[in-house]
């Protein structure tokens, strides 16, 4: 999964990985970069964007004494829904209790709110990357909420990039990801990962020979831990590098979900410049991910043009989906959330652990592959033989599917498409006598893939 159902260490253990990186002891706030600073790096059409005349006001309305006759908000009172409630279970005990939303939280949720989210939900969140990153309200970052992380990496994506603008996207990643980069018209470049994470010295040797007159990178996108598809992680060692080349090359880090500090977004505080960090969060993979929970924490001019975005196409986030999120987040806490997130990845180790089980079984000799240590997928390389020339494309789009097995071929996680011998299969959903049959029906696809290619042994 991305990432997200790992568990935040100790504050004492994020305190003991900071200490080891302190980098600078000026003040933060003097190591903030100034708002000019975005200047170069917003886009054209960012730019470009205007607020909507009503919605810029509708914060005002919050005002003490102010009677509103500003928005064509519709009456509640008219609306069919009269009531809501919903079972919840307790992340540690497993007891249900039922929450019944109160008649203003409903009246709340039925109606437009604000682009950026409902206040009381921001400023939850706001603490929870106090409390998971260390950062503090205020020091050179803001935060707004999404439909989805995904919302916020399209409209953060849109507001950097400009055709011709040149984007460092490590891989594999996220295929998600690459259409809305390839929608801006910029050039995606891949870095390579290892088992230890963003390949840093390559890169360091790739903008150190960087073209004359070609346009220098804005921004790299790097999911730390637990990275989609591979669940590899970046040791702290390749952060601290990559957050050195982001100064000396002058580019931004937009960070995937990565829940296990140091994150980017920790260790910049300590860097001695704070601000280029943009961070998305998303609770799809532990809370629920129809409701489309996700949230952006970065400079707040990013956040600013996000918003107007936001303004000036879907509106607005759900309210009422932020309102039952709020509802739960405060029920169970900053810890209660730690709590559920640690009870949701153990039940994802244990489907790792059979489907793993059943790979062995299946697959030795046949694939290649390292325990994920977080995330909802195996990443496995087939063996094939030369004559496939290290591509799983053909095996896993045709005969596999032939075959009734669906899988991801793995040069759907490269931004150029490159050839590859690896597949991704998820393990979140299957029973046990569906990953049985799966592996075994893969099995013989390899077999028969690895006869045509004249591989005996
Ligand atoms: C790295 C990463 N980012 C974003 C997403 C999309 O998440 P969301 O449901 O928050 O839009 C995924 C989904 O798997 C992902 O792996």
New binding site residues.
């Given amino acids: 999964?991305?990432?997200d159902m790992d568990i935040p260490p100790s504050t004492s253990a994020l305190a003991q990985s900071l200490n080891a990186v302190k980098l600078s002891d000026s003040p933060l706030e003097s190591r903030v970069l100034p708002r000019e600073f975005y200047d170069l790096f917003l886009s054209e059409s960012s730019k470009r964007r205007i607020e909507d005349p009503i919605r810029a006001l509708l914060p005002l309305e919050d005002r003490p004494g102010l009677i509103s006759l500003l928005a064509g908000k519709p009456n509640v009172d008219t609306f069919p829904i009269t009531s809501m409630q919903f079972n919840l279970r307790d992340p540690v005990s497993s007891a249900e209790s039922t929450i019944v939303l109160t008649e203003g939280e409903l009246a709340k949720g039925l109606q437009y709110s604000s682009s950026a989210g409902i206040p009381d939900l921001l400023d939850w969140l706001v603490g929870l990357q106090e409390y998971n990153h260390g950062r503090k309200r205020g020091e050179g970052w803001g935060l707004c909420f999404g439909?989805?992380?995904?919302?916020l990496?399209y409209k953060a994506v849109n507001a950097l990039l400009d055709p011709g603008d040149v984007a460092l996207i490590e891989a594999p990643?996220?295929a998600?990801?690459f259409p809305v980069f390839h929608g801006t018209g910029c050039e995606m470049i891949e870095v390579r990962t290892d088992e230890h994470g963003t390949d840093a010295q390559g890169l360091r040797e790739m903008l150190e020979n960087w073209p004359a007159g070609k346009p220098k990178p804005k921004v790299l996108y790097t999911?730390p831990y637990g990275?989609?598809p591979t669940g590899m992680t970046s040791t702290l060692e390749r952060r601290l590098q990559v957050l050195e080349l982001a100064r000396e090359h002058n580019f931004l880090i937009l960070e995937?979900?990565a829940p296990r500090p140091p994150s980017y977004f920790t260790l910049e505080q300590d860097q001695p410049e704070v601000g280029r960090v943009v961070r998305?969060d998303?609770?799809?993979?532990v809370l629920s991910?129809g409701m489309?929970?996700?949230f952006i924490s970065a400079p707040q001019c990013i956040i600013d043009a996000v918003i107007l975005h936001t303004m000036t196409s879907n509106l607005q986030p759900p309210t009422l989906t932020q309102v039952i999120a709020l509802r739960l987040l405060r029920e169970w806490g900053y810890d209660g959330l730690r709590a559920h997130v640690e009870r949701v990845a153990q039940f994802y180790h244990a489907k790792r652990d059979v489907f793993e089980g059943l790979m062995r079984k299946h697959l030795d000799g046949l694939a290649e592959w390292a325990t994920p240590e977080a995330g909802m997928f195996f990443w496995f390389k087939l063996n094939l033989g030369d004559a496939a020339q290290g591509d799983s494309e053909a095996v896993i789009r045709t005969k596999a599917l032939e075959k009734g097995v669906l899988a991801l071929p793995g040069t759907v996680f490269h931004p150029g498409g490159r050839k590859t011998a690896y597949v991704r299969a998820s393990f979140s959903l299957l029973p046990e006598d569906q990953v049985e049959e799966a592996l075994r029906r893969l099995r013989e696809v390899i077999l028969e893939a690895r006869k045509e290619a004249g591989v005996t042994e």
């Fill in positions: 999964m991305p990432n439909t989805g992380s995904s919302d990496i990643i996220y998600g990801v999911v990275c989609n995937g979900n998305f998303s609770l799809s993979k991910s489309r929970i996700g």
